[in-house]
């Protein structure tokens, strides 16, 4: 039971560039959630997503696009990509939407933009 | 809107100190509270949480008390161990559906052996 991984670990990109980064569930989660990590401002929640095939945005969803095209995974990606989302990326999942719930997270993906 | 403030770091303490680290929130309704713990190079494990007011949360010798009355979550160990170095955020679900997280900044804390 490997809980929730996240590929890749680090990347480095340039401005301009796509990329997509993978976060993977096998505890049959349905809520899947993606943050971005800045110094000093604690989590903020970019994108998530209630089920199979729908996504819905957080609080900083711009540049940003997911897809939830199998129950386990969710993919973030970035079209173009900007030196404003040099950030640590964390996916996270839970069992339902209720507030009590936990939520289970990955350990992340280093990104810079250069 | 729903936030929550922590206080700032680094906090820097000796082995075997009592910890404390303050948290307050600001919630429309009813919020549910977290305390998550990142330990360096690792992703957020959660801590403890308190689902209504006067809930105590306890794990590992950390406890917290959801305190309605001044808004507050605070952080308490009795006694610390280098182990316990990492950063440790506190977080809210302001609804009672839509898990949706809110947090804090987050406060380094090193204990020194």
Not at chain 2, 62 to 81: D, I, M, N, P, W
Request: charged share 20%; with cysteine; glycine share 10%.
């Amino acid at each position: 039971n490997a809980g929730v991984t996240q590929t890749p670990k680090f990347r480095v990109l340039k401005t301009g560039q796509s990329m997509t980064l993978l976060c993977a569930q096998d505890m049959n989660h349905e809520y899947m959630y993606w943050y971005r990590q800045d110094p000093g401002m604690g989590l903020r929640l970019i994108h998530y997503s209630v089920g199979e095939g729908t996504t819905a945005k957080g609080e900083v969803p711009d540049g940003y696009n997911v897809s939830r095209l199998k129950k386990q995974n969710f993919l973030l990606g970035l079209e173009s990509a900007a030196p404003s989302q040099t950030s640590v990326y964390f996916c996270a999942s839970s069992k339902t939407s209720r507030g009590t719930d936990t939520q289970y997270f990955g350990p992340g993906t280093r990104l810079t933009v250069l | 809107g729903d936030s929550v403030t922590q206080m700032e770091g680094p906090v820097t303490l000796s082995e075997e100190a009592f910890l404390t680290i303050n948290c307050t929130y600001t919630a429309t309704g009813y919020p549910s509270l977290f305390w998550y713990v990142q330990y360096p190079g690792e992703g957020l494990q959660l801590l403890l949480k308190a689902t209504k007011a006067d809930d105590k949360g306890s794990n590992k010798g950390f406890e917290a008390t959801y305190r309605k009355e001044t808004t507050s979550f605070h952080l308490e160990k009795g006694s610390v161990q280098v182990s316990d170095s990492a950063v440790y955020f506190c977080a809210l679900t302001p609804m009672e559906y839509g898990n949706k997280l809110v947090f804090g900044a987050g406060t380094i804390l090193r204990v020194k052996s």
